[in-house]
T-cell receptor, first 110, second 113 residues
């Protein structure tokens, strides 16, 4: 009964380092999303996928890349981290409109 | 850009009172959803109301939608301390095959025991 699982939950990076956040869902959902949440700004969509092998840009895609090689996994990559990418990142999946969220990954870039 | 904007930003009430949160949005929508987020946790879906619906109930929750005013309200009746959380509205527009939700900045609800 896992739902949406995000790893890692916490990470500290130095400016310029790279990393990948992994999102896994076990609900056979077609749609998957990556959002970032910053204080006072709600959630903003970074990238999303409408099915295996597809990705598309959201509202704030710059500095991020994504891949959806398997239906159950959606990876978010930071090639060269910047302090402005310090945030809490949420993955979500959906089939029918209602989004199911993971517990979040808190990233700090020094 | 924020599609939905919640009002108020923060709300503090006593246990047993009703809490009302409002959401306004800018463009036509397919549906509007409300989510709850407890501190340090992910968002949890509460209720979805479609553009052709005016009111919907789920337990102690009542959601209304006025598409002519581009606004929605969430009413939580007989509030409990466990209702303390941030509440977000999210709108789904018409964007082809993608089901994209745009979230507002949320209302922080505190229910005092």
């Amino acid at each position: 009964n896992a739902g949406v699982t995000q790893t890692p939950k916490f990470r500290v990076l130095k400016t310029g380092q790279s990393m990948t956040l992994l999102c896994a869902q076990d609900m056979n959902h077609e749609y998957m999303y990556w959002y970032r949440q910053d204080p006072g700004m709600g959630l903003r969509l970074i990238h999303y996928s409408v099915g295996e092998g597809t990705t598309a840009k959201g509202e704030v895609p710059d500095g991020y890349n994504v891949s959806r090689l398997k239906k159950q996994n959606f990876l978010l990559g930071l090639e060269s981290a910047a302090p402005s990418q310090t945030s809490v990142y949420f993955c979500a999946s959906s089939n029918t409109g209602e989004l199911f969220f993971g517990e979040g990954s808190r990233l700090t870039v020094l | 850009s924020q599609q939905g904007e919640e009002d108020p930003q923060a709300l503090s009430i006593q246990e047993g009172e009703n809490a009302t949160m409002n959401c306004s949005y800018k463009t036509s929508i397919n549906n509007l959803q409300w989510y709850r987020q407890n501190s340090g946790r992910g968002l949890v879906h509460l209720i979805l109301i479609r553009s052709n619906e005016r009111e919907k109930h789920s337990g102690r929750l009542r959601v209304t939608l006025d598409t002519s005013k581009k606004s929605s309200s969430l009413l939580i009746t007989a509030s409990r301390a466990a209702d303390t959380a941030s509440y977000f509205c999210a709108t789904e527009g018409f964007s082809g095959s993608a089901r994209q939700l745009t979230f507002g900045s949320g209302t922080q609800l505190t229910v005092l025991p």
